[in-house]
Nanobody, 119 residues
Framework: QVQLVESGGGLVQAGGSLRLSCAAS????????MGWYRQAPGKQRELVATKTLTRGGTTNYADSMKGRFTISRDGAKDTVYLQMNSLEPEDTAVYYCYANYKYLNKDYWGQGTQVTVSS
């Protein structure tokens, strides 16, 4: 059974930084892509950033995160990080890790980690 384990959320002041991590396990296959979505209270879940894990993998960011957030992979591991800089109160949300497994034809989600940015 695939599991996504997230860590790194917390409380930070506006202008500060946090790094989230997400490790995938439980499958003989590696994910085709991993990434992050977020959901603020009363709002729909939205894309933050995704990264394909194939050679020369591409990244995709939501416009409001470009230049502030960076998604990266830990070498050849099935682990991704989200470095978040210049955080704003509007970034307060539960951040969910996402993984797409092409060979399993299925998407998986982590349990979510809370990020709170105080003004």
């Amino acid at each position: 059974q695939v599991q996504l384990v997230e860590s790194g959320g917390g409380l930070v002041q506006a202008g500060g930084s946090l790094r989230l991590s997400c490790a995938a396990s439980g499958s003989v296959f590696s994910p085709n892509a991993m990434g992050w979505y977020r959901q603020a209270p009363g709002k729909q879940r939205e894309l933050v950033a995704t990264k394909t894990l194939t050679r020369g993998g591409t990244t995709n960011y939501a416009d409001s995160m470009k230049g502030r957030f960076t998604i990266s992979r830990d070498g050849a591991k099935d682990t991704v990080y989200l470095q978040m800089n210049s955080l704003e109160p509007e970034d307060t949300a539960v951040y969910y890790c996402y993984a797409n497994y092409k060979y399993l034809n299925k998407d998986y989600w982590g349990q979510g980690t809370q990020v709170t940015v105080s003004s």
